[in-house]
């Protein structure tokens, strides 16, 4: 068999922990996977060391000033360098990229997921706020454009590895699983007094802020059962997730 074409990426939110376990997968399967596009908020130093180990043709920072600072960081050929909002839906509409992997945190990822499905980019989706916020209309737009939206969250990339070629009306149940985070074994009074300190020392897993503070507080299991409802029973009733 002929060896696949290789993929190009274009990954928002390169600086995260998702981002960089991205790269770090892409690091090790080069001769499958190439990076186009790079993006990052603050840490600009990362960011840089990332633009000189992968030469992606196009990154995006907030503003102007980010703009500067990441010039001033790297040395020439440099990349096309885009800010704002705006450039991180053009970022994420890269027209090299076959896969636009999402790995920004909130609802800034809204826009540039959208941009990307509509383009008929294959999405790979960590960034969950922004399926939340607008899951039909994303997964409506993938189906328009002939493409599809991949969950790289972890319980929804095990549940669509199992359910691969299995519609709705094979399913029963699907249970979520949660490893209770911080306060697990706390008391009433221990969570009461707990410190932000606190819930960001998960026990388990080195994530984000957002999503460490989301764990503590089992928000992040709330979210994962309408990204599961969105993504499998297209909306509808969330009776068969446990
Ligand atoms: N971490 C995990 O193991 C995990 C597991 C499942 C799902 N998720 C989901 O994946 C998403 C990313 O999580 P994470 O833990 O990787 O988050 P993170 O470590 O906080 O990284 C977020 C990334 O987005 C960038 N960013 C943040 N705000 C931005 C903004 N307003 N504009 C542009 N870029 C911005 C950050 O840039 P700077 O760092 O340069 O500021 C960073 O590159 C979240 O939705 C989370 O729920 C994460």
Redesign the pocket.
Known sequence: MPPAARQSITL????????V?ALEVVRRLGERFRIVGL??????E??AAQVREFHPSLV?V?DESARTALRALLTFPQPEIVIGESG?VELACHPEADITLV????S??LRPTMAAAGRGHRVAL????ALVMAGRLMMAAARRAGTEILP???EHSALLQCLCGHGEKDVRRLILTASGGPFRDATPEAMAAATPADALAHPT?D??????I?SATLM?TG?EVIETRIIWFWGGSADRIE
Do not use: C, F, H, Y
């Open positions: 928002l939110g390169s600086t995260g922990s998702i981002g376990q993006s990052a908020r603050r840490r600009l990362e960011l995006a907030p991180l790995a920004t945190v909130g800034v990822g960590a960034n969950k706020e790289i969250d972890s897993w994530m984000g802020a957002k999503i460490t989301d992040n979210l």
